[in-house]
């Protein structure tokens, strides 16, 4: 693979590309807790100095993906449960408060929007138990969050959404949680539709710690452990 065809010339930009895909395969479960990321190897495979491969690695240090040990070199990250725990009571705080805004000024375009796409996830479901399938249903927080959201809760669920990811793709390992979403998804859209904004906060709320609980369980089932 030749980084160059890929991304701009220069240094910064073998980094940047390098970055990206080591994120991308974090977070996709390709490369899992623990994977050492050795600079040489990795060198080699992008067909780079060990600068870039260096300065990515840094970057995804700062953004909790792996961990640098002297001495002993860079692994993926062990995501602690506190992690979670801190992540899902940030998007559980936050996404509830949305979905109530939301609900009081959302129009019929966009519940119209996410019934079509929660509607497709129940479809996929009919077809297995859902697990290969893991983004329908999303368009009710981005829609929630973009209508009830303001510019700060926007930017701070943002910052964690890559992590989020991380953990959503964890979570629909679960067998039946994609179906559990989506019913969970559906009992929430309801109560948008009925304009209760309270109830709309309160099922989002708990659907988001159902799906705190699952990211734990899928830990357990595949045999990872919690720092």
Request: glycine share 8%; charged share 30%.
């Amino acid at each position: 693979m030749i980084v160059k065809e890929k991304s701009k010339e220069g240094s910064q930009g073998r980094s940047d590309y390098i970055y990206e895909e080591l994120k991308n395969e974090i977070i996709n479960l390709r490369l899992h807790f623990g994977a050492p990321l050795v600079e040489e190897e990795l060198a080699q495979k992008y067909e780079v100095s060990r600068t870039p491969v260096r300065q990515a690695l840094r970057r995804l240090e700062n953004e909790n993906f792996v961990v640098i040990m002297p001495y002993r070199g860079c692994f993926v990250r062990q995501l602690s449960e506190n992690d979670i725990d801190e992540i899902y009571t940030v998007r559980a705080v936050l996404e509830g408060y949305c979905v109530n805004c939301a609900t009081r000024i959302i129009n019929q375009d966009n519940l119209k929007v996410i019934e079509e796409d929660i509607n497709r996830g129940m479809e996929k479901c009919q077809q297995g138990d859902g697990q290969e399938f893991g983004q329908e249903g999303q368009k009710l927080h981005q829609i929630s969050i973009e209508i009830g959201g303001n510019r700060r809760i926007r930017q701070i669920l943002k910052n964690i959404s890559e992590q989020n990811q991380w953990l959503h793709n964890y979570s629909i390992k679960v067998p039946g949680r994609f179906r559990q979403s989506c019913e969970e998804h559906l009992r929430i859209l309801e109560a948008m539709k009925a304009g209760d904004a309270g109830q709309a906060e309160e099922l989002m709320r708990k659907h988001l710690f159902s799906t705190m609980e699952d990211v734990k369980k899928s830990f357990i089932n595949s045999g990872l452990k919690y720092y």
